[in-house]
């Protein structure tokens, strides 16, 4: 260590404690700290300190300034400065730069932050590696390197040390041991390390009998000829198939009872993708990001479409993010259907003993080994709107990076959210910090809600999280409100329900960083159902909305959800009930009898269906925009009779629209009532049924249709900012799971910018029910942090 004359006398040099927090661990941070101060000839060390990293420097004050701006502009990939602490330090400095062991963070009473990062797809360095044939890690399927690989896939207890991870069953080699301690090497401290002499071994099981050796070559073939092969992926066991073979892609469909579904696909590389689909450069970034999402891309030709996403625009696409998965792409050249390893209504497959024993008579190989998945991750999902990231499925590569929360929270009690019913979630916040677990699944099968009891109990033991309060949805009677009501009663913890859509609201106030005791806004949620505070189903609502409350300013003219749940399963019934509410039956023959979709409705016992509306008997009243998409695309004859996934409806709505360029706009109605204004739709569906009358192009008129909500929104939310002397500051947010759709998305917020509004979106937090749990944790902070009671006093 070369110690140059101007550094030599210690009291020319200023002594810093500088404490780093966010996500600073497992991704590289101490070395590179190190590699810059030597370089700069700087004295001290660096430790992780419980989930923050913690340096101790001496320089001389502008060097100490130089340091920290070249730290700060070449960040390690993947990490992530939350806040930095600065204070001075007393004492000697050490006469060179050291990387010292983890310690324990001082004051422990604290409750603990989430240093836990999300999986990483594997770097470039590492793939080069992958490919030369004389490096000792050539085709190891394990590779990883401190800037990538698996992390919370593989972790069974805080903090991220090899001890505490599936790893700990293979000791290092010598040559891996030796890379371990440079702290030059770029598998210095890297936990998940390992090489073919030391790192698990890979398997591939045909017929019962386990191969040991070829298993690359011999799971490529079968895939190639058509065969269906299970891989045990990063964080959870995965299907796949050749993306050209329409038998096998017709088997796989079979196999996981999912008619119409769309798949996603693996390739190797951006260019793989190029005969397929388009993608931008934003879109190719995400692509290859670390976290490595299923994106959504723009088909190019229905090449592919028609048997992976049958009726639908875009194909999802991911990057091979792990070097199995580079190796068995190589030798396959092209795209590969991959889906989780499930079957309906089941959690997808992460433990292999489970594994084997279901997957052998599924499929016709399994690809497994013997390094355990800890937690399971399927892939996450996104799409680019406005060249913002969305998350539709927020998984592998997000799971579970914390999401600092804005100003004001800094207090907040330690909280748990129980989430929703469908897509349920759970979160965790505490100290200035919430962490989002991945999506669950829809608690309706024994085996989810299974599934749910065990990721709570994972999820808050793998956090060290003990909360004082406890949140859940208002809904009584779905499972996660269950489960919260039993712990609350259990252990004495105050409980307090949010509603659903406020929960929406809040998540997508605090993903944009409102402030706490920020002014109210307007809320457009919009989705599929969720109980109203007057009993209602709710899901089309205009909100005035703060963290601690809301009040509905206006809503979409409610309308009978005819049969009750199986309306969510039938368009036509969702069809039926909007005609009914709008225009007479007996008017609708006269007019429009010649329309096929009037015929169809006619052959259903119209009499007693219209009786069960009046009476509302089994047919509840409700302002869910899911119903109404179903009912516009039943009008198309999209999914008449039967949805067979949910969303499917909506989906390929969106799907037709986006194939027209139609400026026209179904006109529909903003009126005044005795509980707020409404959107109401009269006269956008005898518009609609003209069109149909004339012979309209079906995209045109979901095109009319998606142009006709948006510019809605925007009128409704003029109207009401005319009116509503509580909302001062020009804003909307929007949320629910209706904003998943793309056009839809874009559109509102055109429309709404253009009447000079500020609009909030999602982008990391779900729209969906998924990000619930997120939003019910920060109402409910929010509340305890201003002593609010909780009433909604303002809420019709
Ligand atoms: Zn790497
Ligand atoms: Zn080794």
Same mark, same amino acid.
């Given at each position: 260590m070369n110690s140059p004359a101007a550094l030599s006398?210690?009291?020319a040099l200023a002594g810093e404690c500088i404490r780093l927090s966010g996500l +600073? #661990?497992? +991704? &590289?941070m101490r070395p590179s700290i190190y590699r810059l101060a030597t370089e700069l000839q700087l004295r001290g060390d660096v430790a992780n300190c419980g989930a923050d990293v913690l340096i101790q420097i001496w320089a001389p004050a502008p060097v100490l300034e130089l340091f920290l701006e070249t730290l700060f502009s070449h960040l390690p990939p993947g990490s992530r400065i939350d806040q930095c602490e600065r204070q001075a330090l007393v004492g000697h400095p050490p006469n060179k730069f050291l990387i010292q062991d983890s310690r324990p963070r001082?004051?422990?009473?604290e409750v603990h932050r989430s240093g836990i990062i999300p999986d990483r797809a594997i770097c470039e360095q590492c793939i080069a590696e992958l490919f030369q044939?004389?490096? %000792? %890690? @050539? *085709? *190891?399927?394990f590779s990883n390197c401190t800037s990538c690989g698996p992390r919370f896939s593989i972790l069974?207890?805080?903090?991220?040390e090899r001890s505490n991870?599936?790893?700990?069953?293979f000791p290092l080699c010598s040559d891996c041991q030796l890379e371990f301690n440079s /702290?030059?090497?770029?598998?210095? #401290?890297?936990?998940?390390t390992a090489c073919p002499k030391c790192g698990p071994t890979l398997r591939y099981r045909q017929n019962t009998v386990d191969h040991q050796s070829d298993v690359i070559a011999l799971a490529a073939a079968d895939i190639l000829a058509g065969k269906i092969v299970a891989i045990q992926g990063q964080g959870c066991f995965q299907l796949a198939c050749h993306a050209r073979n329409e038998a096998a892609i017709a088997r796989l469909r079979k196999l996981k009872q999912r008619a119409q579904k769309p798949f996603a696909l693996m390739v !190797?590389?951006?260019?793989?993708?190029d005969p397929y689909a388009y993608y931008s450069a934003a879109e190719q970034q995400l692509l290859e990001s670390p976290a490595a999402p299923i994106v959504l891309l723009k088909t190019k030709m229905d090449l592919l479409a028609s048997?992976?996403?049958? &009726?639908?625009q875009d194909l999802g696409f991911m990057l091979a993010n792990t070097a199995l998965h580079h190796l068995i792409l190589t030798v396959i050249k092209g795209p590969i259907v991959l889906t989780s390893a =499930?079957?309906?209504a089941q959690p997808p497959l992460y433990k292999l003993d489970q594994a084997l024993q279901v997957l052998d008579s599924l499929c016709d190989g399994i690809v497994f080994?013997?390094?355990?998945?800890t937690h399971r991750l399927d892939d996450s999902v996104a799409q680019l709107v406005n060249d913002v990231p969305r998350l539709l499925r927020r998984a592998?590569? @997000? +799971?579970p990076a914390a999401t600092a929360l804005p /100003?004001?929270? !800094?207090?907040? /009690?330690p909280t748990l959210a129980f989430g929703g019913h469908y897509k349920s979630s759970l979160c965790l916040l505490s100290d200035r910090h919430a962490v989002l677990s991945a999506?669950? &699944?829809?608690?309706?099968s024994p085996a989810q809600c299974e599934d749910y009891q065990q990721q709570l109990i994972d999820f808050s033991a793998m956090n060290h999280f003990k909360p004082e309060l406890l949140t859940c949805d208002?809904? /009584?009677?779905y499972f996660s409100s269950t489960q919260a009501a039993e712990l609350a009663s259990e252990t004495g913890m105050k409980l307090e329900p949010v509603w659903h859509h406020h929960a929406h609201a809040a998540a997508c106030l605090a993903e944009n960083g409102r402030?706490?005791?920020s002014q109210p806004v307007l809320a457009v949620v919009f989705d599929g159902n969720g109980l109203g505070p007057d009993g209602t189903i709710w899901g089309g609502e205009f909100l005035l909305v703060d963290y601690q409350r809301f009040q509905r300013l206006g809503h979409i003219t409610q309308f009978p959800l005819l049969g009750g749940e199986s309306a969510a399963q039938q368009p036509w019934r969702s069809l039926l009930a909007q005609l009914h509410t709008s225009l007479s039956w007996s008017s609708l023959v006269d007019e429009f009898s010649d329309l096929a979709i009037i015929k169809l409705l006619a052959a259903k016992p119209i009499r007693t269906l219209e009786g069960m509306m009046t009476s509302h008997t089994n047919s509840p009243l409700c302002s869910s925009v899911g119903r109404l998409f179903d009912a516009v695309a039943a009008a198309l004859e999209i999914c008449f009779e039967k949805l067979? @996934? !949910?969303g499917e409806a909506a989906m390929k709505l969106q799907a037709l629209a986006q194939q027209s360029i139609d400026q026209g706009s179904y006109p529909i109605a903003v009126v005044d009532s005795i509980d707020g204004s409404q959107l109401a739709f009269s006269t956008m569906w005898q518009a609609l049924l003209n069109d149909l009358l004339k012979g309209a192009a079906h995209t045109d008129i979901a095109r009319r249709f998606h142009n006709g909500l948006a510019n809605a929104i925007s009128a409704m939310a003029a109207q009401l900012f005319q009116q509503t002397?509580?909302? #001062? !500051?020009p804003t909307v947010a929007l949320s629910g799971g +209706?904003?998943? =759709?793309a056009l839809l998305l874009k559109l509102t917020i055109k429309s709404l910018e253009a009447r000079g509004f500020t609009v909030l979106s999602h982008s990391l937090?779900?729209?969906?029910?998924? &990000?619930l749990a997120f939003g019910q944790a920060v109402v409910t902070a929010a509340r305890s942090l201003t002593a609010n009671t909780g009433m909604n006093d303002l809420c019709a």
């Open positions: 006398k210690t009291q +600073v #661990q497992g +991704v &590289g001082s004051n422990s009473g044939s004389d490096n %000792r %890690r @050539y *085709h *190891h399927p069974k207890a805080q903090t991220w991870t599936s790893m700990q069953s /702290p030059l090497d770029r598998r210095f #401290q890297a936990h998940a !190797e590389s951006p260019t793989d993708i048997e992976i996403a049958p &009726g639908l =499930n079957t309906s080994h013997d390094r355990a998945i592998r590569g @997000y +799971v /100003p004001g929270f !800094e207090q907040c /009690p999506w669950i &699944g829809d608690l309706n208002q809904h /009584p009677d402030a706490l005791q067979s @996934y !949910e002397t509580d909302w #001062q !500051e +209706v904003f998943q =759709n937090i779900p729209a969906n029910d998924s &990000g």
